[in-house]
Nanobody, 130 residues
Framework: EVQLVESGGGLVQAGGSLRLSCAAS????????IGWFRQAPGKEREGVSS????????WYADSVKGRLTISRSNAKNTAYLQMNNLTPADTAVYYC???????????????????????WGKGTLVTVSS
């Protein structure tokens, strides 16, 4: 059974940090690019970051550049999202998702372009208080 399980969400004050984890199972993690998405109350889901499985190339939405850092450990079948200097605008449910990596390692750009993902987690809630 394919699973993506997010963890690490919670309540944090503005300016604080959180580290989200995404544990994968049931598929070959190395063959998939990973993306992080978020959905704030009353808003559409948006991609925030992604990482290639081939060379670690990354993409970030403009709204999070310089504050969020995506990483992955293929040995642990886990992806991470380090979030620093959080603001109330970052309050959302955060989801990780996986998409088949392309031969050229560009699958991670699926998040930037809004293409479909193959697998989704159920999300973890991040609440940033002012």
């Amino acid at each position: 059974e394919v699973q993506l399980v997010e963890s690490g969400g919670g309540l944090v004050q503005a300016g604080g940090s959180l580290r989200l984890s995404c544990a994968a199972s049931g598929f070959t993690f190395d063959n998939y690019a990973i993306g992080w998405f978020r959905q704030a109350p009353g808003k559409e889901r948006e991609g925030v970051s992604s990482i290639s499985s081939k060379d670690g190339s990354t993409w970030y939405a403009d709204s999070v550049k310089g504050r969020l850092t995506i990483s992955r450990s293929n040995a642990k079948n886990t992806a991470y999202l380090q979030m620093n200097n959080l603001t109330p605008a970052d309050t959302a449910v955060y989801y990780c998702a996986a998409v088949t990596e392309s031969d050229y390692g560009l699958g991670y750009l699926s998040v930037a372009y809004g293409y479909g993902m193959d697998y989704w987690g159920k999300g973890t809630l991040v609440t940033v208080s002012s």
